[in-house]
């Protein structure tokens, strides 16, 4: 399975973007979907997250700004993310967790600032 994210970018705070993850290859069974980000000089953390009956979970200082969804079938989940903040500056990963493993995208770069 591989994994492919885009739509990162510059943003002005207040802004908003919206995150894709596209998996090629068989994806089957219960699955959690994941977005992370790491920034600069820290840890990679999860910002959210979505399992195959819809439930999701978010880290705190996204909730009420960061949707997490997926298309139909499990080849693509998506993180919307609005009232950007320079802090939300990172790279952010999506992950795939299938069968006891994990799978990542490359990472695409967002970037918050005036």
């Known amino acids: 399975v591989q994994l492919q994210a885009s739509g990162g970018g510059l943003v002005q705070p207040g802004g908003s973007l919206r995150l894709s993850c596209a998996a090629s290859?068989?994806?089957?069974?219960?699955?959690?979907m994941s977005w992370y980000r790491q920034a600069a000089g820290k840890q990679r953390e999860n910002v959210a997250s979505?399992?195959?009956?819809?439930?999701?979970t978010y880290t705190d200082n996204v909730k009420g700004r960061f949707t997490i969804s997926r298309g139909n079938g499990k080849s693509a989940w998506y993180l919307q993310m609005n009232s950007l903040r320079p802090e939300d500056t990172a790279r952010y990963y999506c992950?795939?967790?299938?069968?006891?493993?994990?799978?990542w995208g490359q990472g695409t770069l967002v970037t918050v600032s005036s």
């Open positions: 992950k795939l967790s299938m069968r006891g493993s994990d799978y």
């Open positions: 290859g068989r994806v089957f069974g219960a699955t959690v």
């Open positions: 979505i399992l195959n009956n819809g439930a999701s």
